[in-house]
């Protein structure tokens, strides 16, 4: 089944796909209660190739896509000083042959000078990356505005850039890797005869929550997608959610698959806030190591393991559970202060 105009857009080739769904015995077995036969896949989106992965890279292939097609040479992003989507552009713009100018928000307090510098921060430098400072961090309008003022700096010095926003009032493009990936999954399940009660993944700027649960939908499919909020308060990010599903459909030009009651999102793991640890992101980044030796980030793959692992302890029968691992293990080298308890107990 074709999904409206998605595979005659504009698109370049970044990653490795199809990134394979793997078993996960020994958390299902850790997490299976009460007579449960929990059954737990993770779909390693971590290993999509480009500068360490992650579910970014599926996102720039229609971004970059649309920055070749308009002649760009230069790509100019925004995002948090450990964003991932920000190594992840400046490593595809390096890929296509482009510039790569980040601005940095200040979205977490915090004072390390391995927050500030490790992790993502030092592949951007090693990228070759131009570097700006965004004093706010829960300002998109504001930080979408000053991208624009770059970008006229950079057109007066004779550059073409490219601008991928990430505020919620222009078109999520990127979110059209997930849907693709939502044709991927459905393919593996096909092939390999799988059946599955619920996805998982994380929620943040809402593409890719968005457009695998479009995806899904716009296939026939019914499964429900769980978005683990990262970042905002469940009410908002539903809100969120909804309008980047019809701005999706709006792209493909389509009619929306997606209803209201599609859209799940649960905060129970957002305190104290966007990348700061808590007990429950310590908990679930620890035993995903320990049981399956799968490596998860302090911001994004390990607070929605968290949401993973609460939705396994609350099934009461056997059911089959699919975690989207998104990727983001660079900025672990960010968080050695956050992640001193866990490791010395």
């Known amino acids: 089944m074709r999904i409206g105009c998605l595979h005659n857009l504009p698109r370049v080739s970044l990653?490795?796909?199809?990134?394979?769904?793997?078993?996960?015995?020994?958390?299902?077995?850790?997490?299976?209660?009460?007579?449960?036969?929990?059954?737990?896949?993770?779909?390693?989106?971590?290993c999509t190739g480009l500068a360490f992965g992650g579910n970014k890279v599926r996102q720039l292939e229609f971004y970059l896509g649309e920055a070749v097609a308009q002649g760009a040479d230069t790509i100019l992003i925004t995002g948090a000083v450990q964003?991932?989507?920000?190594r992840l552009a400046a490593a595809a713009a390096r890929n296509t042959g482009m510039e790569c100018?980040?601005?940095?928000?200040?979205?977490?307090n915090n004072p390390s000078p391995l927050y500030k510098n490790?992790?993502?921060?030092?592949?951007?430098?090693?990228?070759?990356?131009?570097?700006?400072?965004?004093?706010?961090?829960?300002?998109?309008?504001?930080?979408?505005?000053?991208?624009?003022?770059?970008a006229q700096t950079l057109r007066a010095d004779g550059k073409n850039p490219y601008i991928?926003?990430?505020?919620?009032?222009?078109?999520?493009?990127?979110?059209?890797?997930?849907?693709?990936?939502?044709?991927?999954?459905?393919?593996?399940?096909?092939?390999?005869n799988l059946s599955i009660d619920e996805v998982v993944v994380a929620s943040g700027s809402g593409a890719t929550h968005a457009g695998l649960l479009f995806g899904l939908?716009?296939?026939?499919?019914?499964?429900p997608v769980k978005g683990i909020c990262v970042r905002r308060a469940k009410d908002l990010q539903h809100k969120r959610i909804v309008n980047h599903c019809q701005a999706?459909?709006?792209?493909?030009?389509?009619?929306?698959?997606?209803?209201?009651?599609?859209?799940?999102?649960?905060?129970?793991q957002l305190a104290p806030g966007y990348g700061q640890m808590n007990d429950a992101v310590s908990e679930a980044m620890q035993m995903a190591a320990h049981h399956e030796g799968l490596i998860l980030d302090p911001v994004y793959t390990g607070r929605s393991?968290?949401?993973?692992?609460?939705?396994?302890?609350?099934?009461?029968?056997?059911?089959?559970?699919?975690?989207?691992?998104?990727?983001?293990?660079p900025a672990i080298f960010a968080y050695e202060a956050d992640l001193g308890p866990l490791l010395s107990s």
């Open 164 to 192: 991928i926003h990430l505020g919620a009032g222009h078109p999520p493009l990127g979110a059209l890797g997930y849907v693709v990936a939502a044709e991927e999954i459905m393919t593996q399940l096909a092939e390999s």
């Open 101 to 108: 100018h980040i601005q940095l928000e200040e979205r977490v």
């Open 248 to 268: 999706i459909a709006n792209l493909l030009e389509m009619d929306n698959p997606v209803i209201n009651d599609d859209v799940e999102v649960s905060d129970n």
């Open 118 to 150: 490790s992790g993502n921060v030092l592949v951007d430098k090693l990228l070759g990356a131009t570097l700006y400072s965004f004093p706010e961090g829960e300002d998109e309008q504001g930080a979408d505005r000053n991208l624009e003022e770059i």
């Open 305 to 329: 393991m968290a949401g993973f692992i609460q939705r396994a302890r609350e099934s009461n029968q056997q059911k089959t559970l699919l975690f989207i691992h998104t990727g983001g293990q």
């Open 15 to 46: 990653g490795h796909s199809p990134t394979p769904i793997d078993e996960m015995p020994n958390l299902s077995r850790a997490l299976s209660q009460d007579g449960s036969e929990l059954r737990l896949l993770v779909k390693r989106d971590d």
């Open 83 to 86: 964003s991932n989507f920000a």
């Open 217 to 223: 939908r716009a296939l026939g499919s019914s499964i």
